[in-house]
């Protein structure tokens, strides 16, 4: 729940009601969204009196001083962002016009359709997955969710988080999942009624149906009690509910967990680890004096001691007494680092560090970590070619070009990446077979190209087009340049060459 919402989440009767399994996810979503902001989504540094809390009788000013000394790795982020540039590099297959001639402005905040599919891509690997809609620019000042053709108007995207998708209803027909209904909560700052300049914000919910939508916001009641007030109702042509799911690990609509779940443990678990030993620090960083025997003044107590140049320290003349600095024996220190070091390696196996060099690693470990890593990302893709094949059909069904999709329609996406470069060795037996025509040319450049010798971006049919046109135009040259040199003129020609039967009777009759 956002903060300074307070809307009933547990109450069917309302329309803030979320599903149970969204509500059991919430407490991970939420830590997600911390390590996704480095604890300062609220503010500066605002999440961290969640995960430092304050120690029993420990002063305010002092509480605070260990809050601004903790810091946060942003491991957590990075790791995503990493995972999400193996899925950045895609093109689009028979894309009806309007989306072609959008891609530079896909959701009307002028986001291309490459950052735009990006910020999907970390959103979905950070929260288990994220809802993306296709909308209608309102006309006249209507609210939304129109699908009027040939007024200038065009399709747009929306990017939606999980937790604002708070209810749904599906049903299956012959085992395939139709969705009936959706309640999305949208945020907004409206002006706040007690000041001039001041802003409030309300959640407003939207409940989507098959040619319908209706938007709602919960007023209270006499009794206190909350109540649904209905502001609108728009009739739409739409006969589906424009709302596509892209999960990380599963393609059924809002289902699926987070998948570097753990990494947020990890992280959130190294952020306490990591401000514990800067306190041991800050607080061993002095020696403490010591002094045993300390004169007793008249009133009873001993005489403070303050340190400085050239400073004195009375002490009194009995057996035992004393001046000296103790200083920490520093295994409490080294076994915090340990522990730090132990974490860190923990995220390292979670994250894609070791495709950087962070640590190093043996060939055979980075081979079964780069297949974990293979085996993850290709399940992205493959839940992100199919979420797409759907966005471009409904794209087309509110443009009016649905004629324009083909079977083929959706993306293509370059795995080149995440598959193990190929080697010296490797490159030159592609080449052996294809010398000995046991591989293709279009063969043996897809392979080069899979295995990051070539531009991922290169298109192979147009290039093994090209080395056709080469080629031609090569024959095309040698011809021209045989018929242009001059003809030599024939040797005369001599007697024909004596056969085997001729020169065996020459020979008979020498010896005669």
């Not at 982020?77 to 995972?83: C, K, L």
């Not at 001639?101 to 599919?117: P, T």
């Not at 031609?472 to 045989?482: E, G, N, S, T, V």
Request: proline share 7%; hydrophobic share 40%.
């Amino acid at each position: 729940m956002p903060q300074g919402i307070s809307h009933p989440i547990n109450d069917p009767s309302l329309v803030s009601y979320h599903r149970p399994e969204l509500v059991r996810l919430l407490p991970q979503l939420e830590l997600a969204d911390d390590c996704w902001t480095l604890l300062n989504g609220d503010g500066q540094g605002e999440a961290k009196v969640k995960y430092l809390p304050k120690e029993p009788a420990e002063p305010h000013a002092a509480y605070l001083s260990r809050l601004g000394r903790a810091t946060y790795a942003p491991i957590y982020r990075d790791s995503i962002r990493s995972y999400a540039g193996l899925l950045s590099r895609f093109q689009l297959i028979d894309a009806p016009a309007s989306m072609m001639a959008a891609q530079s402005d896909v959701d009307l905040q002028g986001s291309s359709m490459q950052s735009f599919m990006t910020l999907c891509d970390e959103t979905a690997l950070r929260d288990g997955g994220t809802f993306i809609m296709v909308d209608m620019m309102p006309e006249a000042g209507a609210n939304n969710f129109f699908d009027q053709m040939n007024d200038g108007r065009k399709p747009y995207l929306i990017n939606i988080q999980r937790t604002d998708v708070i209810n749904w209803n599906v049903r299956y027909d012959m085992g395939r999942e139709v969705l009936e209904r959706v309640t999305i909560r949208q945020l907004r700052s409206i002006q706040d009624p007690e000041n001039a300049f001041g802003s409030i914000v309300e959640p407003i919910y939207y409940v989507l149906t098959p040619g319908k939508v209706e938007s709602y916001r919960l007023v209270k009641e006499a009794t206190s009690r909350w109540a649904n007030q209905k502001i609108d109702e728009i009739n739409t042509t739409l006969p589906v509910i424009p709302v596509v799911w892209y999960g990380a690990t599963t393609s059924r609509f809002a289902q699926g967990d987070l998948p570097l779940a753990g990494l947020a443990d990890l992280s959130i678990q190294h952020f306490q680890m990591r401000s514990d030993l800067a306190e041991l620090l800050h607080k061993c960083a002095m020696p403490v004096p010591v002094r045993k025997g300390a004169p007793i003044g008249p009133d009873g107590q001993p005489a403070p001691l303050v340190l400085g140049p050239n400073t004195a320290v009375d002490l009194s003349a009995e057996a035992g007494s004393g001046f000296s600095f103790a200083e920490p024996s520093g295994k409490s220190l080294e076994r915090h680092q340990s522990e730090i070091e132990h974490v860190e390696m923990l995220m390292d196996r979670s994250s894609l560090n070791f495709l950087y060099g962070a640590n190093i690693k043996t060939a055979t470990e980075a081979s079964l970590r780069a297949s974990q890593v293979a085996s993850s990302v290709a399940a992205l893709v493959r839940n992100k070619s199919s979420m797409f094949s759907m966005l471009m059909k409904l794209w087309a069904w509110y443009a009016g070009e649905v004629d324009q999709i083909t079977k083929e329609s959706g993306i293509a996406i370059n795995d080149s990446l995440i598959n193990k470069p190929l080697g010296a060795s490797e490159m030159a037996q592609l080449v052996n077979l294809h010398s000995s025509g046991l591989l293709s040319k279009q063969t043996v450049l897809d392979e080069l190209q899979r295995g990051g010798v070539l531009d991922p971006d290169m298109v192979i049919e147009e290039e093994v087009a090209r080395i056709e046109e080469d080629k031609q135009a090569a024959l095309a040259d040698a011809q021209k340049a045989a018929e242009a040199m001059p003809q030599q003129p024939s040797a005369p020609a001599g007697p024909p060459p004596k056969t085997e039967q001729q020169k065996t009777a020459q020979a008979a009759k020498v010896a005669k």
